[in-house]
């Protein structure tokens, strides 16, 4: 069964810190594995999108890996921000036909001041 | 501006009525979504269509309805049989099946 299964459920740090959060997918055939990040009572929006062949990709402070191997990816926040509350959610998608998109559930990250 | 949107942002309906929630993108997508989200869980996907005329059910179809007789509208349709249709409803489109979808900024449902 397709699964995307993340880690931690939810996270508190403090404002200036690093962290990362991990998304572990059984999805297959595997085509590509987005980041996104909800802002509560908001849609989703893409933070980074990684294909097959893409091993690490960067967008400001956010930068993701994909290990295509072990069918893992992580998403690191280099010098958080308060703004940086909001859930993270992996998303995989299949090459199958009639897959529709795969989520996990989500991080909840918090950073305090 | 192109994009997506949900209206409206908040619903209220009385139990055993039926409601439709609008989606509506100018982004020329062929595929659109949606999706049903609970306090603490994930997003599950509730149908999608990937062309006009055409949609499939997702993993929580039962108690809703959906139509896409135009392609930039997929609007849902919560029924009486939703056993428990309070959530956080957004709709989502994306150029192909596998290409990044595009999110509106949900509408909040609330039956009393």
């Known amino acids: 069964k397709n699964q995307v299964e993340q880690s931690p459920q939810s996270l508190i740090i403090l404002e200036g810190k690093n962290c990362t959060l991990q998304?572990?997918?059984?999805?297959?055939?595997?085509?590509?594995l987005r980041w996104y990040k909800q802002d509560t009572g908001r849609g989703p929006v893409s933070l980074t999108i990684?294909?097959?062949?893409?091993n690490t990709k960067s967008n400001g402070r956010y930068t993701a890996t994909l290990d295509a191997d072990t069918k893992q990816s992580s998403l690191h926040i280099t010098a958080s921000q308060l703004s940086d509350s909001a859930s993270y959610i992996c998303?995989?998608?299949?090459?199958?036909?009639?897959?529709?998109?795969?989520f996990g559930k989500g991080t909840t990250l918090s950073v305090s001041s | 501006d192109g994009g997506i949107t949900q209206s409206p942002k908040y619903l209220f309906r009385k139990e055993g009525q039926n409601v439709t929630l609008s989606c509506e993108q100018n982004?020329?997508?062929?595929?659109m979504y949606w999706y049903r989200q609970d306090p603490g869980q994930g997003l599950r996907l509730i149908y999608y269509?990937?062309?006009?005329?055409?949609?499939q059910k997702g993993d929580i179809a039962e108690g809703y309805s959906v139509s896409r007789e135009k392609k930039e509208s997929f609007p849902l349709t919560v029924t009486s049989a939703q056993k428990n249709p309070t959530a956080f409803y957004l709709c989502?489109?994306?150029?192909?099946?596998?290409?990044?979808?595009?999110f509106g900024q949900g509408t909040r449902l609330t039956v009393v």
């Open positions: 989502a489109s994306s150029a192909q099946r596998n290409t990044e979808a595009f």
């Open positions: 998304c572990n997918y059984t999805v297959s055939p595997f085509s590509n």
């Open positions: 990684m294909t097959f062949s893409e």
């Open positions: 998303v995989v998608s299949s090459n199958q036909a009639g897959t529709a998109l795969i």
């Open positions: 982004l020329n997508h062929d595929a």
């Open positions: 269509s990937q062309i006009v005329n055409d949609f």
